[in-house]
């Protein structure tokens, strides 16, 4: 598979990179950007902190406003920032920003006219980690993050595939996508009626039933306008408990939805990885 660099910035003493590639299980060409820090360039095999983004994001969203790349460095992870759905202009969209281009999801679609290309679950899972083990000087210890609809995405994917990933973290996850209506939509365009097919992309309904865990960290704002009506980290915690799943969660008072909120803790959510990847 050939990939194509589009931009290449030092920072922190490694190096921030953009790449274009084409996607067999999505059909068409994506981007994604990889953080990869000074250990990587002394031979050294990095372990790799996955970021999903939430809805109208691409693979710059974080890698620009987090302020993710000084601790990196520090702790010696890569991070990969993919984009948040397949892209180009015979790719189905739809007029809302919650659903098609910038909105995934990280399920497989099975309806017409978003199938052909919306199988994000399978590129973020399989076809991109197989690429990014095989170009970059990175191991096969893997952890995944992410933020509203990419939180959703982080939760998850660590829980179908817990052999996979060594932590998940989330801040302001979409924690039950079947109960909330940015989920209700997603779920109906993409998968359709079939509501158990839902439940399986359901962070709580997950939780709620996990035998094999992934520890997992989960930060939300109090002041969040989505808060109430689509995040609902309420029903993960009933989840945990019932599972016994070791869930960290915090909620801090006075932080919103917005990348403020995400770069005063993203050093924590990195430290958690690291406590776990570099063990
Ligand atoms: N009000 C927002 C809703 C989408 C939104 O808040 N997106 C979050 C993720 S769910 C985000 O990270 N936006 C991009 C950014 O802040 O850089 C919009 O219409 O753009």
């Known amino acids: 598979m050939t990939i194509e660099n589009l931009s290449v910035n030092k920072s922190f003493g490694g190096w921030h990179k953009q790449y274009s590639h084409y996607s067999n299980t999505l059909n068409c060409n994506m981007r994604f950007a990889i953080y990869l820090p000074p250990q990587a360039s002394n031979g050294q095999k990095v372990p790799v902190v996955y970021w999903l983004s939430g809805l109208t994001c691409s693979d710059e969203n974080f890698m620009q406003k987090a302020g993710a790349q000084r601790i990196a460095a520090e702790l010696g992870v890569a991070i990969v920032a993919p984009d948040t759905s397949p892209r180009g202009d015979d790719v189905a969209d739809d007029d809302g920003y919650d659903l098609g281009k910038g909105a995934g999801f990280y399920v497989n679609a099975n309806q017409a006219p978003w199938s052909k290309h919306y199988q994000m679950y399978d590129y973020i899972v399989q076809e991109l980690p197989d690429l990014i083990e095989s170009t970059f000087p990175v191991s096969d210890k893997r952890a995944i993050a992410g933020h509203s609809m990419g939180g959703h995405g982080a939760l998850t994917i660590a829980m179908r595939n817990p052999q996979r990933y060594m932590s998940v973290s989330a801040f302001s996850p979409i ?105």
């Not at 996990?210 to 993960?236: I, R, W, Y």
């Not at 070791?246 to 919103?256: K, Q, R, W």
């Not at 005063?264 to 776990?276: D, R, T």
Request: proline share 5%.
């Open 175 to 279: 924690s039950n996508p079947v109960n909330c209506p940015w989920g209700q939509k997603a779920f109906t365009a993409y998968l359709g009626k079939d509501k158990e097919l839902w439940r399986q992309h359901d962070a709580s309904e997950l939780m709620r039933k996990a035998t094999q865990f992934v520890p997992a960290k989960v930060d939300q704002g109090e002041s969040d306008d989505f808060l109430s009506e689509q995040l609902k980290p309420e029903m993960l915690e009933a989840a945990a408990k019932v599972s016994g799943y070791p869930l960290e969660l915090n909620l801090h008072e006075g932080y919103d939805h917005s990348y403020y909120f995400i770069s005063s803790f993203i050093e924590q959510h990195l430290q958690f990885h690291a406590s776990y990847l570099n063990q």
